[in-house]
């Protein structure tokens, strides 16, 4: 797997190449220090995944998230930052990025977190997990004097809840099938048509709007 390290601090950078190349079948194909040059090295060198920063000059994670989006929605992004506010997560989760790791983490887990990516399609863990439940309860109490939140444009079959819940402990669409004795297939096709009713670029983001609209409960997940 080829992946790429976007970040303006050098020696982190670098620090961090150091690690990420000694992760079995993952390799630093290359780095740079802010989205622009990236994604002029992206243009000619194409990869499996990358550990973008949000902070950074000439262009930050947030624009370079949009453009990858947009160009590349095949690439599997991962934040490593330590912006930890709940807006700028929450910013980032819509931008569509199927990650979020912080410079404060342990770096084992870190191999986790790229290996989750690469095999189940996001990294859902314990701290995103924290801190996704601190930005809805920021956004509910903003919004609580708006029926929003009691009004969803979509609702789930409970199959569907099934799945979203089990997605959201990190299951793979094989261990999902397992569980509810149901095709592989089968599961990948409601993934899919999640996605579309909810208008997410991900399974993160369709777990973002169950609990955003309180079809599942954060306890239950």
């Known amino acids: 797997m080829n992946i790429a390290i976007v970040d303006d601090h050098q020696l982190f950078r670098k620090s961090l190449a150091l690690l990420v190349n000694s992760f079995e079948g993952i390799n630093v194909a290359y780095q740079a220090e802010n989205g622009k040059e990236f994604l002029e090295k992206l243009a000619t060198n194409p990869i499996d995944l990358v550990l973008l920063d949000i902070q950074m000059p000439e262009m930050?994670?947030?624009?370079?998230?949009?453009?990858?989006?947009?160009?590349?929605?095949?690439?599997?992004?991962?934040?490593?930052?330590?912006?930890?506010?709940?807006?700028?997560?929450?910013?980032?989760?819509?931008?569509?990025?199927?990650?979020?790791?912080?410079?404060?983490?342990?770096?084992?887990?870190?191999?986790?977190?790229?290996?989750?990516?690469?095999?189940?399609?996001?990294?859902?863990?314990?701290?995103?997990?924290?801190?996704?439940?601190?930005?809805?309860?920021?956004?509910?109490?903003?919004?609580?004097?708006?029926?929003?939140?009691?009004?969803?444009?979509?609702?789930?079959?409970?199959?569907?809840i099934d799945i979203i819940k089990l997605a959201a402990k990190e299951y793979s669409s094989r261990e999902i099938a397992d569980e509810l004795n149901i095709a592989q297939r089968t599961v990948e096709t409601h993934r899919r048509h999640l996605m579309e009713k909810t208008e997410s670029k991900n399974i993160i983001g369709v777990v973002v709007y169950a609990l955003k609209y309180n079809l599942v409960k954060l306890n239950e997940i």
Request: aromatic fraction near 10%; hydrophobic fraction near 35%; charged fraction near 30%.
């Open 60 to 160: 930050d994670g947030f624009e370079t998230s949009k453009i990858l989006r947009e160009k590349y929605p095949d690439l599997y992004i991962i934040i490593i930052s330590q912006l930890t506010t709940k807006e700028s997560i929450h910013k980032v989760m819509e931008l569509g990025a199927h990650g979020f790791f912080t410079k404060n983490s342990n770096p084992e887990q870190l191999e986790e977190a790229i290996k989750s990516v690469r095999d189940k399609g996001y990294y859902f863990g314990n701290e995103l997990g924290s801190i996704l439940r601190e930005a809805l309860l920021w956004e509910k109490s903003a919004n609580q004097s708006t029926t929003e939140y009691m009004n969803p444009d979509v609702s789930f079959t409970a199959r569907e």
